[in-house]
């Protein structure tokens, strides 16, 4: 019985062949693409809006050399963002509740950050790792927190995102069935028990978009840091 929760995070199959690369794609499909059109129609409106909002508030620590990396972050939280809803739906799969998907997108595109740093300032970058004004004695223990704190940033940004939507989608998973169970029995406690299931999706919609924009607005905080 608690085996069966965990099968919605089994990466589907078909014929032998995972899906969760066309469960990666789909998103991209939903999202319309832009037309040489003069006059657009409102949900493509909508989407630059909301496009154009997400992108300043990103944008909005960095400095002119980050800017750059604008494509990528917004690319990126679109990609999030759309998976993590989607995972919602019923009969569905959320790759973002794969811990080796969530690494895959965090450690590249954190070192990426830490080689940019070593490369445009040296000792700016490897100064965050000694604090100024340090006591002699603490150097060497500071200096080993510091790079510990450093290399478990990828781990800590795919592992919050893993953690918050497996455990979002497991709650979910037992408030239904809880639901479907007592609903012969205790009819009463099965409408009271529903109405929690409702708050908690709500409360899941918010935590997929959140999610993805947190762990886009870290990468562009690290981002800050090496540049």
């Given at each position: 019985?608690?085996?069966?929760?965990?099968?919605?995070?089994?990466?589907?199959?078909?014929?032998?062949?995972?899906?969760?690369?066309?469960?990666?794609?789909?998103?991209?499909?939903?999202?319309?693409?832009?037309?040489?059109?003069?006059?657009?129609?409102?949900?493509?409106?909508?989407?630059?809006?909301l496009?154009?909002?997400?992108?300043?508030?990103?944008?909005?620590?960095?400095?002119?050399?980050?800017?750059k990396?604008?494509?990528?972050?917004?690319?990126?939280?679109?990609?999030?963002?759309?998976?993590?809803?989607?995972?919602?739906?019923?009969?569905?799969?959320?790759?973002?509740?794969?811990?080796?998907?969530?690494?895959?997108?965090?450690?590249?595109?954190?070192?990426?950050?830490?080689?940019?740093?070593?490369?445009?300032?040296?000792?700016?970058?490897?100064?965050?790792?000694?604090?100024?004004?340090?006591?002699?004695?603490?150097?060497?223990?500071?200096?080993?927190?510091?790079?510990?704190?450093?290399?478990?940033?990828?781990?800590?940004?795919?592992?919050?995102?893993?953690?918050?939507?497996?455990?979002?989608?497991?709650?979910?998973?037992?408030?239904?069935?809880?639901?479907?169970?007592?609903?012969?029995?205790?009819?009463?406690?099965?409408?009271?028990?529903?109405?929690?299931?409702?708050?908690?999706?709500?409360?899941?919609?918010?935590?997929?978009?959140?999610?993805?924009?947190?762990f886009?607005?870290?990468?562009?905080?690290?981002?800050?840091?090496?540049?």
């Amino acid at each position: 019985m608690n085996l069966s929760f965990f099968d919605q995070f089994t990466s589907p199959q078909l014929l032998g062949i995972p899906l969760i690369l066309l469960a990666m794609m789909f998103p991209a499909l939903l999202l319309p693409s832009p037309t040489n059109r003069w006059v657009t129609n409102r949900l493509s409106t909508l989407q630059l809006w909301l496009i154009h909002l997400a992108t300043k508030q990103l944008m909005l620590p960095l400095n002119k050399g980050g800017h750059k990396w604008a494509l990528i972050l917004m690319s990126l939280m679109t990609l999030l963002l759309m998976i993590n809803l989607l995972g919602l739906l019923p009969y569905t799969f959320t790759p973002t509740t794969q811990l080796s998907m969530n690494m895959a997108l965090a450690f590249p595109l954190w070192l990426a950050t830490l080689l940019m740093g070593l490369r445009n300032q040296p000792t700016m970058s490897l100064g965050h790792l000694l604090p100024e004004g340090t006591p002699t004695p603490l150097i060497p223990a500071l200096i080993l927190i510091e790079t510990a704190s450093l290399l478990i940033r990828p781990l800590a940004l795919g592992v919050r995102l893993t953690a918050n939507l497996t455990a979002g989608h497991l709650l979910i998973q037992l408030i239904s069935t809880a639901t479907i169970t007592l609903l012969p029995i205790l009819p009463t406690v099965s409408i009271l028990t529903s109405l929690i299931l409702l708050l908690l999706t709500i409360l899941e919609v918010a935590v997929a978009m959140i999610q993805a924009y947190v762990f886009t607005l870290l990468l562009s905080l690290y981002l800050q840091e090496n540049i």
